[in-house]
DNA sequence: ATCTTTTGTCGTCAGTTGACGACTTATTTT
DNA sequence: AAAATAAGTCGTCAACTGACGACAAAAGAT
C-alpha cells in the first residue's frame, strides 16, 4: 500500500502526474482556481460555497484558502476578471471609422460584443451582483457603456444628419434602445432557456436595421426637437 | 406587571391592538406574511433566510411554520403570486382593437405593461428565480409573452402592409426587438443605480416609435423576403 | 368563571458553511 | 542524503439556518 498502485516512479514530469492528486505550482494553481471560480459563481451566484466550488477544482476546500485570504476576495477578483477584463479598447475607434455606413459598423460591434462580454458567464455572474445590492465595480462599466452609448447615438445622427437633443441622459436613452435590446437578446438566451433556433448573428443584424431606420423618427419629438444642422 | 401598561380593556378591538404583539386572524396573518415575503424575498433573493423575514414581519421565525409546511411552499406561492399575479387579459384585446394607430396601441399597451409587470418587485423576483435553475413557472410565462409578441408583430405589420416571414421563431424575434428594449429598460431601473432622469413614459413612447418606424427595414431580409400581401 | 380553540413565542436540534491549526507529502536546496 | 520549503489534506470550531416540540396567552364558547 506504500507505493503507487501503478508502480511508475516518472521523476521529471515538471507540470502533471497521472496517479494521485496533481501538484502545481501557486501561479497555475490560483490561476486555474479563478477560471474554476469564475464558472462556478456564475453559475450558482456569488452565494455558491466554498465546499462545492473545491469539488469543481478537484482540490480540498482548505486549499482555497491558501491563495485567498477570505471568500470575498476571491468573489472579488474573480469579478473583476470576468466583469471588466473583456471590454475592448479598440471598439471606440471601430465605432467612429466614417469610411463605413455606420449600420455596418454597428452590426460588427455588436456581434463582437455579444461574443466577447455577453457570454452565459459574464451575464450571470454581472446579473447575479447587480441583484445583490454591493455591488462591485458598476460605476466602471458603467462610464464604459456610457461612452459607447454617445459615441454610438453620435455616429448615426452623423450619418443621417440628424440633430440630437442638448440633454445627455435623453441621448443615452437614445442609445440603450439598441443596446438593451442586444443586451437582452443575451438575457433570454443565457438566463430563460429559450428556443435559440434563430442564429444570434441574425437577431443583431436586423435590430441594427431597425434602430438605424427608425432614429430619426425616434429622436424626432423626443426631447429637443430643433432641427437646423 | 399582570395588566397591560395603559390598563386600557378594549373589549371590542378585533382587529388591531396597540401595545404588546398583534394578533390577527389566520386569513390576514397569511396575507400579510405573504405580501412581506414578496417584498423581502425580491429584494434578497429565495435564498433569503427565514429569521430575516420573520423579523420583517414583525413575528417570531416559528409562526411561519404554522402557516407553510415548509421555506420551499412560500416561496412558491410567493413566486406564483407575484410573477403570475399582474398579467392582465384585457391587453391582446386592446392591442387588436384596429380603430386606433398601433404606436397609440403600443404605446398604452407597455406604458401599462410597465408599471403592474416591470416592476422592481416583479422583475427581481423574476430575476432571482431565472437564474436559479430551478425555473418556478417559465412556460406559463414564456407563453403568455410569446402570444404577446406574435399579436404585437401581426398588427405592427397589418398596419405597415408588410409581409412577415413565415418562421414563428423569427416573428418572435421581431416582437423582442421592442419588448427586449422595454424590459432592459425596467432592468436599468431596478437592477443598476441609473440615474432615473428621463421619464418611464418618454423612454417607452420613444421606443414604440423607433421600433415602427423601423419595422419594414427590420422585416426585409430578416428570412422569407417574400413581398406580396 | 371555566373550558376550548386559536394565535403566538421560546428554546433547541441537526445539518451547513466560512475559516483555520496541525499534519502529511512532494519538490528543491545544500 | 538531509534539511528546508512549498503544496496539499484532515479534522474541527463557531456561527448560521431550516425545522419543530413544548409551552404561554388571547379570544371565543359554555
Redesign the pocket.
Known sequence: MKAKSTGLKITK??KF?VG???????AE?REMILNQAAEFFSEYGL??????LAAAC??????L??FF????ALTAEVYARTILGPFKGTWLADLTDRERPVAERLTDFYRDYAETVLTRRWLRLFLYSSLAEGDMAPNYIASIITRLLETIVEEVAAEQDVCLPEDVALRHELGWTLHGTVSHMAIRKHLYHASQSVPTDDIIAFHVRSFVAGFKAMVEGAGNPRPGS
Open positions: 514530469a515538471k502526474r494521485g492528486r496533481t501538484r502545481l505550482p501557486r494553481r452565494t455558491g460555497q466554498t465546499r462545492p478537484g482540490i480540498s476546500q482548505r486549499l484558502y491558501r485570504p477570505n471568500k470575498a
